[in-house]
């Protein structure tokens, strides 16, 4: 009757394992509003560090160092609500979530070097823009809809951002990382907050 007790046992244990990984796999991360407004904040600083004049001649500069605080400040938040909803770093939703996101960043940092070194600053808001947009596109698989409504909103202020002249470029900027962030930071806050009440 032991070795019925063990074999039971295991097969218990081992189907609780599958049950738990296949919840943990289909869980969907919550992107809090606070990322957003948090990253949307660095971007208006940003915008408006650029449109002085002093600054603007190094608007790239300032651009890349909003990009890798925004970036860090969204990601710590973004760590947080992971760990409330009970998910770990190296689980599937966050795994995902950074899989999703990580082909498109690497693009626009690989084109960003390559337009850079080729003297071609004139092309790199929209391809920021755009190329973010795509990445946020493919982050709504493991989060939200309005995530990929975020992306193809970035997708399309791309396209005026590689018509426009340098300085009515780097309002597009502001304008995706700085007011969208903002507005759909408030959006889904707002969102959220309606559903706890």
Not at 1 to 29: F, G, K, V
Not at 67 to 87: S, T
């Amino acid at each position: 009757m032991r070795p019925n007790t063990i074999a039971l046992d295991s097969h218990a244990a081992a189907t609780l394992r599958y049950i738990r990984a296949s919840m943990e796999a289909a869980a969907t991360l919550t992107v809090p509003g606070s990322a957003g407004i948090a990253m949307g904040l660095v971007g208006l600083v940003a915008a408006l560090l650029t449109q002085t004049p002093a600054l603007r001649p190094h608007w790239l500069g300032v651009w890349l160092c909003a990009a890798v605080l925004a970036a860090g400040v969204g990601g710590l938040v973004m760590a947080r609500q992971a760990a409330l909803q009970g998910f770990t770093f190296f689980g599937a939703p966050v795994r995902k979530l950074l899989l999703c996101l990580s082909p498109g960043l690497f693009a626009g940092a690989v084109l960003t070097l390559v337009l850079w070194h080729s003297g071609d600053l004139r092309d790199i808001p929209g391809t920021w823009l755009l190329l973010y947009g795509c990445a946020l596109v493919a982050a709504s698989a493991p989060t939200t809809r309005a995530v990929a409504v975020l992306g193809a909103l970035f997708g399309a202020l791309a396209v005026p951002a590689y018509l426009l002249s340098q300085s009515l470029q780097l309002i597009t900027l502001g304008a995706g990382f700085g007011a969208l962030h903002l507005a759909f930071g408030i959006f889904i806050g707002l969102r959220a907050h309606g559903h706890e009440t």
